[in-house]
């Protein structure tokens, strides 16, 4: 399975700042997907990034608030811009090798928001 | 839509003790199913999937589920579990697809703790 990596690991931003979150794969992928995980919660799917087209975003996402991009086939950006403290979350990127839907994960950026 | 239930939101078992994490999924067609573990601190791991075929699906780090569809439920369960399986689990469905990749919906976990 593919290795993915996210910078940075963990961060403790001010409220009304951006942070840009990366994701690093080590092969060439088509989809790849930006997850949240607030304290204690589940895994909510934010958006879709495929490269070479607009993220697709899942009802309560903007792309004003989490701005991404996909500039090639094994990186992304998600941005968690004008940040609050119900921003503090587990940010988790996600591939799809293209062997029908099996997602992997990278190991998450810890945030909080103060 | 797709949905999971985990209705175990913690469980705790003796190491050594057999273990049986429950999972619910609603999908109108053939579901895509997963179980992730989650340990602390960490990013999410998968131990196994179930697509098709044989009902039974044998994962890693011991770990086994059972599709059944006229229970709409894909069970984990360990039959010795160890003091490092300790985690959150999370069971996931897919099949929605957006172009070649499914999207995921994921239960709300269940975390397991292990006593020695």
């Known amino acids: 399975s593919a290795v993915i990596s996210q910078k940075p690991s963990r961060d403790i931003c001010q409220r009304g700042t951006s942070l840009t979150i990366q994701c690093q794969v080590d092969?060439?992928?088509?989809?790849m997907f930006w997850y949240r995980q607030q304290p204690g919660q589940s895994l909510t799917l934010i958006a879709t990034a495929n490269q070479g087209s607009e993220a697709t975003y899942e009802s309560g996402f903007v792309i004003d608030k989490f701005p991404i991009s996909r500039p090639n086939l094994t990186f992304s950006t998600l941005t968690v811009s004008n940040m609050s403290p119900e921003d503090s979350s587990i940010y988790l990127c996600s591939v799809d090798e293209g062997r029908g839907g099996t997602q992997y994960f990278g190991p998450g950026t810890r945030l909080l928001v103060l | 839509a797709q949905s999971v239930t985990q209705p175990d939101i913690h469980i705790t078992v003796s190491e050594g003790a057999s273990l049986e994490l429950r999972c619910n999924y609603s999908?109108?067609?053939?579901?895509?199913l997963f179980w992730y573990v989650q340990s602390p601190g960490q990013g999410l791991q998968l131990l196994l999937k179930y697509f098709s075929g044989d009902t039974l699906v044998q994962g890693i780090k011991g770990f086994e589920a059972e599709f059944k569809r006229s229970q709409s439920s894909f069970n984990l369960r360990k039959p010795s579990v160890h003091w490092s399986d300790a985690a959150e689990y999370f069971c996931?469905?897919?099949?929605?697809?957006?172009?070649?990749?499914?999207?995921?919906?994921f239960g709300t976990g269940t975390r397991l703790q292990v006593t020695l």
């Open positions: 999908y109108g067609a053939t579901p895509y």
């Open positions: 092969s060439q992928v088509t989809m």
């Open positions: 996931a469905v897919g099949g929605q697809w957006t172009g070649t990749a499914s999207k995921l919906t």
